[in-house]
């Protein structure tokens, strides 16, 4: 398993930069957070999706695969045509409807709350960036956290399809950390909430999940009680000063606006800083595991 995971993530790495080329001159964003405007591809998240759906179809349950694709499908027509909010919430909501019929049969429960899942984590995992690195280092931290949770409750099977998911998403990582050459693009971002919801519920971790999902949740949260239900294009960014760092003038609220506040700092901290703040709650939900065993 070990083997296939570092050729998942030689191969996301690879197929990456092949990508990067061609969405260079057909897709691409500006850094908004460097003084020279660099211009950087996007949509590179259609690569880690790809292959962790197609490793995972073949090697453990294309079900689980059909939610990567589906979410990917929905992530791409957003890159390209911008859905509103509500459709998002909406769309991304039924992939839960045959996905829950095919792993839970008939139980009404258990559908419904994947619908939720998927729909809500999905979102949540798309809000929350902005910066080189941070919502695919979110995402591997919040994967790597829910794998932990799995082996400690003797889910082998759950934890090699979780550490395959990370693996095809860490060779993308290493083109979009700081400093970023590729975007994930809603392609990238969608599936990662998609896919912890999906396995957190398959496998029947859904409080430790929700422990783990906590930055996401506190950052949906504080933009929802500042600035309602927005597009994340309409966010205004922040203001990238002479020294590096980044600073914060009013504007709605999100957990990193919030740091930035208090603590204007450069891009490449704040990112640490949210993934300290992930590894944190990663860390809370194993305790709060280890202790629902005693």
Known sequence: MGMICILCAIFS????????????????????????????????GIVPVLLSALFISFLFNPIISLVLFLSGIIGIY????KLSPYKKLVLLGLIGIPVGYLLFGFDIIKIITLVFGISISSNLTNMLAGFNGLEIGLGIISAFFLGIVLLLNGDYFGFEIVMLFISSYLGFFMLNKYPARVFPGDVGTLPIGAFLATVSIWRNVVPEFIIIMM????????????????????????????DGKLYVAGGYLSLPRIILKKIPMKENIIVMTLWGISIFFGILAILFDIFLKQ
């Open 13 to 44: 790495y690879i197929f990456t930069k092949i990508l990067m080329k061609i969405m260079v001159n057909y897709k691409y964003g500006v850094d908004l957070h460097k003084k020279d405007r660099s211009k950087v591809p996007e949509m590179g």
């Open 215 to 242: 930055p996401y949740i506190t950052d949906a949260f504080l933009k929802y009680y500042s600035a309602g239900i927005t597009k994340r294009e309409e966010h205004k960014p922040t203001t990238l000063g002479n």
């Open 78 to 81: 957003d890159d390209l045509y």
